[in-house]
């Protein structure tokens, strides 16, 4: 079983997978939505090809914990997401995790046009890193 990530967005979709270990994140891509139909192909086939067995989604928090303007949509996207893959997804606070990618980015030294394109995947490789620490520190504690 492996994790995949998602930095929701309304033009992109940024995606990281997890190993089979639970250990690594790592990018997968970023998707540009188009017809439920097609949406719902692309990640049906996505959660095959990988084996996924569970999705943590960026939950958009305000940096004081309250919901963000994006959090009705993020719901929205997860109530689909678990009706058509019918597979557990955990919300994941994404507070900062797009300014953690731009500081990535840029001691890459990446061109400007480039930027955007990766923003949204390096932002699900972060949220999906945190949260395997996250489950890591827990069952080191178990």
Do not use: C
Not at 57 to 76: A, I, N, Q
Request: proline share 3%; charged share 35%; no cysteine.
């Amino acid at each position: 079983m492996r994790v995949l990530a998602i930095d929701y967005g309304d033009s992109h979709i940024g995606l990281a997978v997890s190993d089979k270990l639970l250990l690594t994140a790592q990018a997968l891509g970023s998707y540009r939505p188009k017809s439920k139909e097609e949406d719902k192909k692309y990640f049906k086939e996505l959660v095959s090809k990988y084996e996924i067995g569970e999705i943590v989604l960026g939950f958009p928090l305000r940096m004081d914990g309250s919901p963000g303007t994006r959090v009705e949509k993020t719901k929205e996207f997860a109530g689909w997401l678990k009706k058509i893959l019918k597979i557990p997804i955990v919300f994941w606070d994404e507070r900062l995790t797009t300014r953690q990618a731009l500081r990535i980015l840029a001691q890459q030294k990446i061109k400007v046009k480039r930027k955007k394109t990766l923003e949204d995947k390096i932002a699900a490789t972060v949220i999906l890193s945190s949260y395997l620490e996250s489950r890591r520190g827990k069952n080191d504690a178990a």
